[in-house]
């Protein structure tokens, strides 16, 4: 168990549609990350909220977009969902103190858009 | 731009036999390495991490890996596995400057199995 938990755990949309996924991160930690996982690929970076403000993006398209809220937890949102967005998304929470800190996964969302 | 191959898909051992994970990476300096592990269904796991010194890391669950600049090289070992090593194995690098754990570029990991 890291403390980093995801919600819902799965989910099945409609192209087209909208999706929220939801993060709350460690106790303590001021800084989430969203990655995706297509199936039998490792995670690709898709950006970074610190302090409520997004701090780093990966090549994702803008329909992809986040939020941090003031105790830290974060939302991903998706809209216009394509077939190809069909993934696990993880986040990652951490604590910007030095370089030297560990970032704790979730257990991640499969979703599926058919 | 920042990347990491893990050259092998999947990897089978036996019960008992010693294991090694190739990772190489591509970077312009010397980055912030990382392995994890992901169990089906399941998050990642950090197994060990390197930023500088000491170019042998010790993890957890008996893993450790070596740093070799000159082969752009971050190899995962275990000198006897156990079936419950049985997962996949992702390798990872961070940019330095950045703090080291984040923006992180993974490899396509390496499935691995454990046969009695």
């Known amino acids: 168990e890291t ?112 | 731009a920042q990347s990491v191959t893990q050259p092998d898909i999947h990897i089978t051992v036996s019960e008992g036999a010693s294991l090694e994970l190739r990772c190489n990476y591509s970077y312009g300096a010397t980055p912030y390495l990382f392995w994890y592990v992901q169990s089906p269904g399941q998050g990642l796991q950090l197994l060990l991490k390197y930023f500088s010194g000491d170019t042998l890391v010790q993890g957890i669950k008996g893993f450790e890996a070596e740093f070799k600049r000159s082969q752009s090289s971050f190899n995962l070992r275990k000198p006897s596995v156990h079936w419950s090593d049985a997962a996949e194995y992702f390798c990872a690098v961070g940019e330095r400057g950045s703090f080291g754990n984040e923006k992180l570029t993974f490899g396509t990991g390496t499935r691995l199995t454990i046969i009695p």
């Open chain 1, 3 to 114: 403390g980093v938990t995801q919600s819902p755990t799965h989910l099945i949309k409609t192209r087209g549609q909208q999706v929220t996924l939801r993060c709350s991160s460690q106790s303590g930690h001021n800084t989430v990350s969203w990655y995706q996982q297509a199936l039998g690929q490792g995670p690709q970076f898709i950006f970074q909220y610190y302090r409520e403000e997004e701090n780093g993006r990966g090549n994702f398209p803008p329909r992809f977009s986040g939020l941090q809220f003031p105790n830290y937890s974060s939302e991903l949102n998706v809209n216009a969902l394509e077939l190809d967005d069909s993934a696990l998304y993880l986040c990652a929470s951490s604590l910007r103190v030095s370089a030297n800190t560990e970032a704790f996964f979730g257990q991640g969302t499969r979703l599926t858009v058919v």
